[in-house]
T-cell receptor, first 115, second 114 residues
Framework: AQTVTQSQPEMSVQEAETVTLSCTYD???????LFWYKQPPSRQMILVIR??????QNATENRFSVNFQKAAKSFSLKISDSQLGDTAMYFC????????????FGGGTRLMVKP | SAVISQKPSRDICQRGTSLTIQCQVD?????MFWYRQQPGQSLTLIAT?????????ESGFVIDKFPISRPNLTFSTLTVSNMSPEDSSIYLC???????????FGAGSRLTVL
């Protein structure tokens, strides 16, 4: 079974600065997908970024980028120019290629952006 | 991406009662899932709602406690039966469009059991 680990329960960053959230995972599969979801206090789960394991290039979405290290099974999220609206829980998630689109989530990192 | 409407948004229930949560999607979707998020915790998959057949439950979840219906490709319900305070959680519906390999989530239903 796949496992996803987020080792940072809480983090904080000053507005406009950069922060990196860590995620590691364990799988025996070669093809899979990795995700970062954001859950603000409204509790709506919002997709931040998605990475396909067969792609070597790191995914980027505006201020959000990932550092995907397949051999190390590491998938960190970098948030640049942090904004107050980035304050939320961030969940790393894994989807196996043969998992029927099921997601396995990490424990989450609570990010606070300070003015 | 799909738009998901989940009802109720929140509810407060008495111990021993049951509550049904509805999930309506604005387009036909292949896969529908129900997740539970206990207070301060991550999301745990309860079951996959299969259209026209019984739901597939994950370890630790049983049909008698969490009966699920999926009468068509745009709608599903999750019932939390014989509730206890330990069932107080956010319940989230999620869907995957065919071939998309990404899940979209509803806004969740926050359930408090007294």
């Amino acid at each position: 079974a796949q496992t996803v680990t987020q080792s940072q329960p809480e983090m904080s960053v000053q507005e406009a600065e950069t922060v990196t959230l860590s995620c590691t995972y364990d799988t025996s599969e070669n093809n899979y997908y990795l995700f970062w979801y954001k859950q603000p206090p409204s509790r709506q789960m919002i997709l931040v970024i998605r990475q396909e394991a067969y792609k070597q290039q790191n995914a980027t979405e505006n201020r959000f980028s990932v550092n995907f290290q397949k051999a190390a099974k590491s998938f960190s999220l970098k948030i640049s120019d942090s904004q107050l609206g980035d304050t939320a829980m961030y969940f790393c998630a894994f989807m196996g290629n043969n998992a029927g689109n099921m997601l396995t989530f990490g424990g989450g990192t609570r990010l606070m952006v300070k003015p | 991406s799909a738009v998901i409407s989940q009802k109720p948004s929140r509810d407060i229930c008495q111990r021993g009662t049951s509550l049904t949560i509805q999930c309506q999607v604005d387009s036909q979707v292949t896969m529908m899932f129900w997740y539970r998020q206990q207070p301060g915790q991550s999301l745990t998959l309860i079951a996959t709602a299969n259209q026209g057949s019984e739901a597939t439950y994950e370890s630790g979840f049983v049909i008698d406690k969490f009966p699920i219906s999926r009468p068509n490709l745009t709608f599903s319900t999750l019932t939390v039966s014989n509730m206890s305070p330990e069932d107080s959680s956010i319940y989230l519906c999620s869907v995957s469009l065919s071939g998309a390999n990404v899940l979209t989530f509803g806004a969740g239903s926050r359930l408090t059991v007294l």
